[in-house]
């Protein structure tokens, strides 16, 4: 028998926590809290009263589900939507926001996971490798290669000349990504 | 920026979450309504250490004539998954116990009792490999699917890999070294062989190693065989000044180990997304080791560019069955109805007329198939069927949710872009044609004209907060305000919501009606594509609306008094895709 009110209390006690990290993710408001509630309902049965473990049992959840398996889900909405989550804070530049959200969009995703399990979450290396099923040498070398993307990236360094293989790479996938996300205008 | 700057940056953007008091027990009610599709997957998930969702909530198999996209391929598999919810296991297997993998749902004429396979807790695995014969969708479902054509055989027994650690020379000794060389009298030699070990490793680290390993080893001692580029005997003289041990080093020209390291990286960068199962960076043989999906032209191409000079041995689960080998059997599907990309050039995405659903495999088709058109960016995978895109993901190359096109389609005359075997198109398309919501997880249109370009463009929603301040009923977008039949005037909906967007937001209510609405779409099989909220404003989009969707909408709306946007991608010709429904009262 599951402690649901147990559960209600941990979701709104630890619901926004989570909410950040799906967001960094997702880079969307809506996609983010679909993204929590999934791996809540995957792991709601499993709920059993000790709130630190099940919350690094959902968090696992969270990733695992974004890098390997999410794709029903992974779904845009109109854009303003997007416009509403770059504005709801005020006190940030939504410059800085919206430049931060294309770089990570341009990691592909198990690089993102990574960049905000050890730069957001700040977990050690080897927790990040269990939490994602990869080798710890791996790890490294994507949180190395995550960071080098993010300062190369033309968004947030714009005086800078991004060095060559990430520019490549950016505008590659700008160009790929041009009519797509045109069509989140519908 | 450094590391401690990206940490902050990263803290400084993410906006205030909203509130997630709903969130609860929607979680709660999504989870029974998948217990119920798998509870003794869930019962056996208790017992495992690390759980792995995929496996064990994949869909409930689907009752819709089974897609077939692609060419018909064939490959060796173990076969995982639940008396109901059987899949196909690509990649590494966890070895936990249940072991747990996952993969495509498979679909078809599949019954347990075809294969040996162990039980614990609901959850099964097969520990033979069976070849399974059929088509790949990748993307169907979570996991994408595999309907089987023909009935899995126990698959031949492969030869086992052998490791093998050959002696680089005949006599590591010959330099007057021996294995008690190290030890002082008293030491523990175990102790003593690790730190001679850690030592070595020290000092092998800093050679341009191509390989190490140990044979003749017991764990701790052995004779240490090296591979280097370039000078073979200046490194071995720091290694001698380390390891008094047996030692064997050889020159070689294959890549370091560093480099090779830096090629898989390379290598899983390039593949599309999805197709990467697992790398090895190689070692007595220094080469790379790569298993992807399936293995057409062009991944092998984009797989052997990225890796550049170093070796690649590339496998795949599934290789594409030849056009006329026959099945072991008859194949319980139309063989004509099988779009044959496999006899097409690989990467060159096309697909071939399929017919409309076996009456006697569907419940009714006939209500179940409308003519409905729907605008999108047009897309398609190597070896998927064409898609009308309605959402995108981030990743490289683009996924895309949207419903299959199964009739006739060809990119000729069709402005598009390919990168990593995925092409879309540059413009909007618009399709009409006719389609089934069961088939696939957006449905897929059996039928259809050729694209046109173009298209009606969708209502602006950002336009009504400011309509609602200053707007007489002219400056209103052309969209159907419904109320489900007799109702308010005209006059008095918009006054009403207007008052609702508008108004004070009482963001609870609200966010229980986003999960509230959802639920109901779902629960007469409505797909969700989104939900979105602003101020008062509630949305959903969906691929298509029936009656039954509409009429769960307005009960939702009835219940909550707040007024819902409802979008629709796909629409009967000429008809709104956006509609407000509002309260009656």
Known sequence: MNDEGGFE???????????????????????????????LAKTY??????????EAYVRTTIYRTFVSWWRRRWTGEVPSEHAAD??????????????????????????????VLRYFEDRPIAEVAELLGLARGTVKAYSHRALEQLRGSVHLSPGLEAPGRESSLASARASVSAPATEELKS | MNEEDVSKVLGQVVPEAPSPDAWAGAAVRRSRRRRRAGVAAIAALAVIAVPVGAMVFSKPPSTAVPAAPGGEVTGDVLIFGTAEEPELCLGAVRESYPPQCGGPSLKGDFDWAQVAFDDEGGLRWTDQRYTVRGFYDPDDGDGGSFTLTAPVVLAPEGEPDELD??????????????????????????????????????????????????????????????LVQGDADAAFQKLRAVWPGGLCVQSSDAPTEKRRVEALDAVVAALPQGQFLTGDAGGVKPELTVQVVIATPEIEAAVRKAAEEVPVTLTAVFTPVAPDTPSTSPAPSDPTSSPSTSTSRPGTPSSTPSTLPDPDTSADPGSRL???????????????????????????????DGPALKGDFSWDGIAYTEKNGVRTSEQY????????????????????DAPIPGGMPGVELDKYSTLCADSPRSAWPPMLIADGGEGPSFAVMVERVCERLTGPVDEEKRDALVVSLRDAVES???????????GNDVRITVVAADAEVTARVSEVVEATGMPVVLRTKLTPPGEQDTTIVVPSH
């Not at chain 1, 941990?10 to 960094?24: I, K, M, N, P, Y």
């Not at chain 1, 049965?45 to 099940?54: C, L, T, V």
């Not at chain 2, 007469?524 to 602003?534: A, E, H, Q, S, W």
Request: aromatic fraction near 8%; hydrophobic fraction near 35%.
């Open chain 2, 524 to 534: 007469v099989g409505g797909i969700v594509l989104g939900t979105g909220r602003d």
């Open chain 1, 86 to 115: 770059i504005g709801t804070a005020g006190e940030v530049d939504g410059g800085l926001r919206i430049d931060v959200l294309r770089a990570l969009a341009e990691l592909p995703r198990t690089q993102r996971a990574v960049l």
């Open chain 2, 370 to 400: 409308r003519i409905l058109t729907g605008t999108a960016i047009l897309w398609q995978r190597d070896y998927g069927l064409p898609r009308l895109c309605f959402t995108v993901g981030y990743s490289d190359p683009i996924q895309c």
């Open chain 1, 9 to 39: 209390a941990f979701v709104r006690r630890r619901g926004r926590d989570l909410w950040r990290s799906a967001w960094l993710l997702t880079g969307d408001g809506g996609r983010a809290e679909d993204l929590v509630q999934t791996a």
């Open chain 2, 429 to 448: 398309y618009t399709v009409t044609g006719e389609y089934d919501p069961s088939d696939g997880d957006w449905g897929a249109f059996v039928r259809h």
């Open chain 1, 45 to 54: 049965p499993r709920y059993d009263g000790n709130d630190r473990s099940f």
């Open chain 2, 165 to 226: 650690f050959p002696q680089l020379c005949d006599d590591p000794y010959a330099d007057g070294g021996s294995p008690d060389a190290g030890v002082t009298p008293g030491e523990d030699p175990a102790l003593a062989a690790e730190a001679g070990l850690q030592k070595l490793s020290e000092v092998t680290a800093k050679l341009p190693l191509v390989a190490a390993w140990l044979s003749d080893s017991d764990g701790l001692s052995g004779n240490y065989n090296v």
